[in-house]
């Protein structure tokens, strides 16, 4: 399984994602995305969206903290 988290470090909704995806043991990459223009652009790719938390788990996209589906996603 392999789970990317693009956040931010001021994003309160990104910190409840990760702290979500860490309670449960899930390792996940975390990639801030004010810091890499790169990774800030393959996250809009990916999702078409500029906000964050955007939350990819085996290539499905997450928008937003969505406790409901990133359970849903993880358990398949």
């Excluded at 409840?16 to 223009?37: C, G, Q, T």
């Excluded at 990774?39 to 996209?61: F, H, L, T, W, Y």
């Amino acid at each position: 399984m392999k789970v990317t988290v693009y956040s931010t470090p001021t994003c309160p909704y990104c910190v409840m994602a990760k702290n979500y995806l860490a309670e449960r043991n899930i390792p996940f990459e975390d990639i801030d995305v004010s810091a890499d223009p790169a990774k800030a652009m393959e996250m809009i790719k990916k999702s078409g969206q500029r906000g964050v938390p955007v939350i990819d788990i085996n290539g499905n996209i997450v928008i937003g903290f969505d406790r409901e589906r990133i359970d849903e996603l993880l358990n398949q």
